[in-house]
């Protein structure tokens, strides 16, 4: 049996088997410290002590179905020795998972993702791919960089993309709702940009007016720009900006001074504007442990009395108004952890339990664990297998 050591001084031994599509199995064995995992985890804990997971032998224990790239990532971190960075993008999916199955602390992860984030050519994915992964492992510049371009360059309604199977694991419904918000927000700036000549010809009382209101709009047209509202269903703000640059209409020489804007330099400076407007979703801005005021109250009273400076307080990169602003509005409300609370509390209330056994309820894969291999679904069925569940983890 060939081990891997995690710890080479370590006293315990633990296997995992992982199935790949052709239904081939491979098992891995890692020597690790038992006391460094019952030290991180209360389900490793539990397995370690637990009979029938160690099966009466103290020095192998099989954490059963898994990913054997995953486990020795997680491993190694737990020990804090020689990390690696080999997993693929999709396995970043199932490091989250085992994260959750072994309730392990998630910002003990951080710094490694971050590593790995760095020595990945991240620009080979797609941007609606790397929401979860950079919002799960709080790595604030990567998060603002995707809803940035999101916003920027998708056309439609911006959703979010998971390369795998686990589709318990996504963003919060509110960001993505916020995500949108900003999008929209750019079109209005763009419009009220652009709209604001027509609005001074429109008032304006001289005889060329007409023609000066229609060939800007005609012109606008011309380059795929106007009207807004219909472009802007099948381009992205980027596409729309782009076709702004070969904006070149100039009012005729005969027409009156009004009418004769500097249209140009005006068209200009609105797709400037738009373009610097929105500098992504921030992280520390969502944190509501992390109020700029020193109160999450004040912060709601005072969102649009902020000065420029207190926008950034705390913050992890620059960024402008607009982005704290949607950030502050997709914060996690503190009712809302009290009605998931609530909710737990009452079904771990209205599930039997097994004199003698060790009951849980585990909130990621929807289960209740009765600490002897049986776990009972939300609808009162028994799960033998929670492995089948989700298809095994980390």
Known sequence: MDVLNIDAKGDLVVAVTQTSKDATHRTAHFRVSKDI????????LTMLVDPHWTKGSQSLVSLGEGHIAVTEVWLRIMHNTILVYNLL?????????????YELDVTAFNDWFAAWYQKNNTSMFKPAELLFPTWRFNHAKGFARWTHDLAYQH?????????TALYQYHLPARLIQQLNAAKGRLRTVLFRGLWGPCHELLDADCACKKGTLFDYQKHLYTIDVWPLETIFLRNSIDDILQNLTKFSYEASASAC???RQDYKGIVARVASSVRGYFNGLCLDCLDHSKPKTGDIDQDYWCHDKLKEYEWVHGCRFPHKQPTWYFSFN???EER???VKQRELERRNTNRPTRPGHHRGYNRYDNVFDEGDGAHWGTDGSPIHNIQDR???VG
């Open 257 to 259: 001074g009004k009418c």
């Open 37 to 44: 995992l019952k030290n991180v985890s209360q389900v490793l």
């Open 390 to 392: 989700h298809g095994g």
């Open 155 to 163: 056309t439609g309604h911006i959703t979010e993309k998971n390369p």
């Open 336 to 338: 809302d952890r009290l």
């Open 89 to 101: 993008f999709p396995e970043i999916w199932h490091l989250v998972q085992a994260i959750d199955y």
């Open 330 to 332: 997709g914060r996690k």
